[in-house]
């Protein structure tokens, strides 16, 4: 039994520039293959690391002869590059058994399975537990009837198993597979974040959220519950990166670093290590979190972290009530305070596009946005991920006026507000992204700053023509 994980040719994510991203989610499910089945023959193939096109994959696939190949497409806008991933398998071997997951798929099992034949079997929700089976299955040419957490297509109708319940405890999972990928591990960087030459890891510190805000698919993909890693757990994962891939940048995946002592502990256990000298370390908080951490602050400064992701969102108390964000604009200014006072990049996301949004109130945003004066800002399109509580009202009203998976990039606007048509909505985020990145001024500090992550940043901007880009989308 053969299973052939393919990281399918992706478009990236254009404004965040130059970057390659470690599969995570499929070599995180190659690794505990690996632990729970030992007799199955894993491969772990990276198109884009591997720099293989699709007619490249269609031979690849062909020479490794798998019985399974197995996709993902991190996020909804990849939707088409997985299926025809599954496509190229099918056009190879019909027998292969075609398997996807994640948060789209899972959202979206019962239209996806309808649309895309060449789709056998979604996994929903999590992962690991769910595909050992699967696999342990095809090997005894058992019905898929049992296994909890699948859908399929079964005698011309969709079938949705049973959802499987979560795995108790997070640090029952193998340390993350880049064992799986050693010939590329070294390739995998984020050049505005951290230079060309850092290598680049990602590593789990949780899985869901305890918030619910309406754009998110965080929560619901989880179930609603909040699962943590130990401090010492994710040291021991960073460390271990460090040691055995040489990696110097880190970007824990949590959407939700959290607030108590766990900020604290963590940056304890990265210091005990001794590796600060070389790795630096991201992650992605809310800025009232930041706020109730500020005296955790220092002691995370010293352990590497050196780059914060704020969900700043909206300037407009009331959009941050329709998105159950829990927050208010003064906790954004606090946050960006304490990071800028801790030297700590501070990197802000705003969301425009909320039904309710006018040209006014986007303007008060741009407004907003200028005088916080965050170390980079990114500004994103409000999108109806299936999933989402937004997606669900939008679809109820028939506000969603562009149903092509692909443009659900947070770039694309894909829906009208009240007041602006959907190419308003575009204009405006250019005008956002014109207005922050536009100005002599901060281009001037930016680029001369003697902040490296600025520099580089500011310089990424220009040298990628990004806001150049964002214009020809309307
Ligand atoms: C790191 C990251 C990135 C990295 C890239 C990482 C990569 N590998 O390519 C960067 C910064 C570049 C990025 C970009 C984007 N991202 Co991003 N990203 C993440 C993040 C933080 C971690 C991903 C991860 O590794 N998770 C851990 C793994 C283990 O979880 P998982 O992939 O879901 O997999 C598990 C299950 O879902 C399931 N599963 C998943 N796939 C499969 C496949 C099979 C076959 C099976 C059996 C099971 C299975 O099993 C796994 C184990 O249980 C997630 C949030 C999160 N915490 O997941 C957002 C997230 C995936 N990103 C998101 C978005 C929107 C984007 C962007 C569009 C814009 C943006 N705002 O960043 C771009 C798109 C880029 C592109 N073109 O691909 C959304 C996706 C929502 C959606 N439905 O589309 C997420 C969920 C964030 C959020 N809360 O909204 N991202
Ligand atoms: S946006 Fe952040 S805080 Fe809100 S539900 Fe998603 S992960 Fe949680």
């Known amino acids: 039994m053969k299973i052939l994980f393919v990281e399918p040719p992706k478009n990236f994510w254009f404004v965040m520039g130059e970057y390659l991203p470690p599969p995570y989610g499929i070599i995180q499910l190659a690794a505990f293959l690996e632990n729970r089945n030992k007799e199955v023959e894993i491969e772990v193939l990276d198109c884009n690391a591997q720099q293989v096109d699709w ?38 071997n019909p027998d292969i058994l075609t398997v996807t997951g994640g948060q789209h798929f899972t959202a979206t099992a019962e239209d996806s399975l309808r649309a895309y034949y060449e789709i056998d079997v979604i996994v929903r929700g999590e992962g690991e537990e769910t595909l050992a089976e699967l696999v342990a299955s095809r090997d005894k040419k058992a019905t898929f009837s049992q296994i909890k957490g699948i859908s399929f297509r079964h005698q011309g109708k969709v079938v949705h198993n049973p959802q499987r319940l979560l795995i108790e405890n997070l640090e029952n999972l193998p340390f993350p597979g880049y064992h799986l990928v050693k010939d590329i591990v070294h390739k995998y960087h984020f050049a505005a974040m951290a230079g060309r030459d850092a290598p680049y890891a990602l590593v789990e510190g949780s899985r869901g959220c305890p918030c619910e805000c309406t754009f998110c698919t965080q929560w619901r993909h989880w179930q609603g519950k909040w699962r943590l890693k ?7 994962e960073i460390e ?3 040691r055995n891939f040489g990696s110097r940048f880190v970007w824990l995946t949590d959407d939700n670093f959290g607030a108590g002592s766990r900020a604290n502990d963590l940056a304890e256990e990265i210091i005990k290590r001794g590796i600060t000298q070389d790795v630096t370390w991201f992650v992605q908080s809310r800025c009232d979190d930041i706020v109730r951490n500020k005296e955790a602050l220092p002691k995370l400064r010293k352990s590497g972290l050196n780059w914060v992701l704020l969900g700043v969102e909206n300037s407009e108390p009331s959009t941050l009530q329709t998105f159950k964000k829990g927050i208010r604009p003064q906790d954004a200014q606090e946050a960006v305070k304490l990071l800028k006072e801790n030297d700590i990049f501070a990197h802000a996301m705003f969301i425009i596009g909320e039904r309710k949004d006018t040209a006014q109130s986007i303007a008060r945003l741009r407004e907003f946005a200028n005088q916080l004066d965050p170390d980079f800002a990114l500004f994103a399109v409000l999108t109806p991920f299936p999933g989402t509580q937004v997606f669900e009202e939008a679809q109820r009203n028939g506000w969603i006026e562009d149903d092509n998976w692909s443009h659900y990039d947070m770039i694309h606007a894909t829906m009208p507000t009240e007041t602006l048509s959907l190419k308003q909505v575009q204009e405006e985020l250019y005008k956002c992204y014109r207005s922050f990145y536009g100005s002599w001024k901060r281009r001037f ?24 880009q964002l214009r020809e989308l309307f």
Do not use: W
């Not at 696939?61 to 993902?72: F, L, T």
């Not at 130990?230 to 021991?236: E, Q, V």
């Not at 992550?453 to 806001?467: S, V």
């Open 230 to 236: 130990s401090p010492k757990r994710i040291a021991d």
């Open 55 to 92: 007619q490249g994959l269609e031979k690849h696939i062909a020479s490794s002869n798998p019985d399974i190949v197995a996709s993902s497409s991190l996020s909804t806008c990849n939707t088409y590059a997985v299926v025809r991933t599954l496509e190229t398998a099918k056009k190879v």
């Open 240 to 242: 271990f990166c460090y």
């Open 445 to 468: 500090q930016g680029v001369f700053s003697s902040n490296e992550l600025k520099r580089r940043i500011f310089l990424h901007m220009a040298k990628r023509g990004i806001i150049a």
